[in-house]
Nanobody, 121 residues
Framework: QVQLVESGGGLVQPGGSLRLSCAAS????????MGWYRQAPGKERELVAT???????NYADSVKGRFTISRDNAKNTVFLQMDRLKPEDTAVYYC???????????????WGQGTQVTVSA
């Protein structure tokens, strides 16, 4: 009923930048919190950043000051601007959204398909 499609991943040199996008579509009444997670090979999935409908943000210590999360509520889209990238940022990045599909219902979590980010010289 709800789909999240990610884009913007790729290969970048250390110190470079990438901008990830994630657009939600389908049976959407409203979207509550949105966020980004990442998973590197052999490691557990970890929280990167979250953002509320009103724009309140939260970041993992490892990305604070380098990454910026934002959202466009009119387009049901969340972004992750990644600056001063490091090799340890290499991972598959997944977006998440808590979506209400009708009036009077609570939200459910949905996940994007993941997009690869590789930081290497």
């Amino acid at each position: 009923q709800v789909q999240l499609v990610e884009s913007g991943g790729g290969l970048v040199q250390p110190g470079g930048s990438l901008r990830l996008s994630c657009a939600a579509s389908g049976s959407i009444f409203s979207i509550n919190g949105m966020g980004w997670y990442r998973q590197a090979p052999g490691k557990e999935r970890e929280l990167v950043a979250t953002i509320t409908p009103g724009g309140s943000t939260n970041y993992a210590d490892s990305v604070k000051g380098r990454f910026t999360i934002s959202r466009d509520n009119a387009k049901n889209t969340v972004f992750l601007q990644m600056d001063r990238l490091k090799p340890e940022d290499t991972a598959v990045y997944y977006c998440n959204a808590n979506v209400r599909t009708s009036w009077g219902t609570f939200g459910s979590n949905y996940w994007g398909q993941g997009t690869q980010v590789t930081v290497s010289a």
